[in-house]
Nanobody, 117 residues
Framework: QVQLVESGGGLVQSGESLRLSCAAS????????MGWYRQVPGKQRDLVAS???????KYGDSVNGRFTISRDNPNNAVYLRMNNLKPDDTGIYYC???????????WGQGTQVTVSS
Protein backbone atom coordinates (compact mmCIF):
# COMPACT_ATOMS: atom_id res chain seq x y z
CA GLN A 1 0.00 0.00 0.00
CA VAL A 2 1.37 3.41 -0.99
CA GLN A 3 1.08 6.33 1.41
CA LEU A 4 2.03 9.99 1.32
CA VAL A 5 3.09 11.56 4.60
CA GLU A 6 3.20 15.34 4.88
CA SER A 7 4.82 17.62 7.41
CA GLY A 8 5.73 21.25 7.91
CA GLY A 9 2.45 23.09 8.28
CA GLY A 10 1.71 25.48 11.11
CA LEU A 11 0.71 28.93 12.24
CA VAL A 12 2.80 31.86 11.03
CA GLN A 13 2.44 35.60 10.66
CA SER A 14 2.06 37.43 7.38
CA GLY A 15 5.41 37.75 5.62
CA GLU A 16 6.95 34.68 7.23
CA SER A 17 7.97 31.42 5.54
CA LEU A 18 7.20 27.72 5.80
CA ARG A 19 8.53 24.58 4.13
CA LEU A 20 6.22 21.67 3.48
CA SER A 21 7.52 18.16 2.94
CA CYS A 22 5.85 15.06 1.54
CA ALA A 23 7.31 11.59 1.15
CA ALA A 24 5.81 8.56 -0.55
CA SER A 25 6.31 5.14 1.00
CA UNK A 26 5.33 1.62 0.11
CA UNK A 27 5.80 -0.47 -3.02
CA UNK A 28 6.74 2.17 -5.58
CA UNK A 29 8.27 1.51 -8.97
CA UNK A 30 8.24 5.12 -10.10
CA UNK A 31 6.50 8.45 -9.59
CA UNK A 32 5.36 10.74 -12.37
CA UNK A 33 3.93 14.10 -11.25
CA MET A 34 3.98 15.23 -7.63
CA GLY A 35 2.69 18.43 -6.15
CA TRP A 36 0.47 20.38 -3.81
CA TYR A 37 -3.13 21.54 -3.74
CA ARG A 38 -4.78 23.89 -1.23
CA GLN A 39 -8.32 23.68 0.04
CA VAL A 40 -10.33 26.11 2.12
CA PRO A 41 -13.76 25.36 3.60
CA GLY A 42 -16.54 25.44 1.05
CA LYS A 43 -14.25 25.56 -1.97
CA GLN A 44 -12.64 23.05 -4.28
CA ARG A 45 -8.99 22.14 -4.10
CA ASP A 46 -6.83 24.48 -6.15
CA LEU A 47 -3.42 23.74 -7.60
CA VAL A 48 -0.55 25.38 -5.78
CA ALA A 49 2.36 23.76 -7.59
CA SER A 50 3.29 20.60 -9.45
CA UNK A 51 6.54 19.09 -10.69
CA UNK A 52 7.06 16.27 -13.15
CA UNK A 53 9.70 13.56 -12.79
CA UNK A 54 11.70 15.47 -15.40
CA UNK A 55 11.46 18.73 -13.48
CA UNK A 56 8.74 20.56 -15.41
CA UNK A 57 7.04 22.92 -12.95
CA LYS A 58 3.64 24.57 -12.86
CA TYR A 59 2.39 27.08 -10.30
CA GLY A 60 -1.10 28.18 -9.43
CA ASP A 61 -2.15 31.75 -10.13
CA SER A 62 -1.97 32.80 -6.47
CA VAL A 63 1.71 31.94 -6.02
CA ASN A 64 3.16 34.98 -7.85
CA GLY A 65 6.78 33.91 -7.48
CA ARG A 66 6.62 33.41 -3.70
CA PHE A 67 6.68 29.61 -3.63
CA THR A 68 9.24 27.11 -4.88
CA ILE A 69 8.53 23.45 -5.49
CA SER A 70 11.26 20.83 -5.64
CA ARG A 71 11.53 17.07 -5.48
CA ASP A 72 13.92 14.31 -4.52
CA ASN A 73 13.34 11.53 -7.03
CA PRO A 74 15.41 8.77 -5.37
CA ASN A 75 13.45 9.25 -2.15
CA ASN A 76 10.05 9.92 -3.80
CA ALA A 77 9.69 13.20 -1.94
CA VAL A 78 8.40 16.64 -2.84
CA TYR A 79 8.86 19.95 -1.06
CA LEU A 80 7.20 23.34 -1.11
CA ARG A 81 9.05 26.39 0.11
CA MET A 82 6.60 29.21 0.80
CA ASN A 83 7.94 32.71 1.31
CA ASN A 84 6.19 35.97 2.10
CA LEU A 85 3.08 34.17 3.22
CA LYS A 86 -0.23 36.02 3.20
CA PRO A 87 -3.52 35.38 5.01
CA ASP A 88 -5.04 34.24 1.68
CA ASP A 89 -2.55 31.35 1.68
CA THR A 90 -4.37 29.85 4.67
CA GLY A 91 -5.82 26.41 4.07
CA ILE A 92 -5.17 22.71 4.16
CA TYR A 93 -2.34 21.74 1.84
CA TYR A 94 -2.58 18.31 0.26
CA CYS A 95 0.31 16.53 -1.33
CA UNK A 96 -0.42 14.28 -4.31
CA UNK A 97 1.48 11.81 -6.44
CA UNK A 98 0.83 10.07 -9.73
CA UNK A 99 2.50 6.72 -9.20
CA UNK A 100 3.45 4.22 -11.88
CA UNK A 101 1.12 1.24 -11.94
CA UNK A 102 -1.51 2.88 -9.73
CA UNK A 103 -4.39 4.18 -11.79
CA UNK A 104 -5.57 6.86 -9.42
CA UNK A 105 -3.95 9.85 -7.79
CA UNK A 106 -2.66 9.24 -4.28
CA TRP A 107 -3.28 12.00 -1.73
CA GLY A 108 -1.70 12.80 1.59
CA GLN A 109 -3.72 13.45 4.72
CA GLY A 110 -3.29 17.22 4.47
CA THR A 111 -1.39 19.70 6.60
CA GLN A 112 -2.89 22.92 7.94
CA VAL A 113 -1.25 26.23 7.10
CA THR A 114 -2.59 29.29 8.88
CA VAL A 115 -1.27 32.77 8.17
CA SER A 116 -2.31 35.54 10.54
CA SER A 117 -2.31 39.20 9.56
Amino acid sequence: QVQLVESGGGLVQSGESLRLSCAASGRISGVYDMGWYRQVPGKQRDLVASISVGGIIKYGDSVNGRFTISRDNPNNAVYLRMNNLKPDDTGIYYCYADIRGIYEIIWGQGTQVTVSS
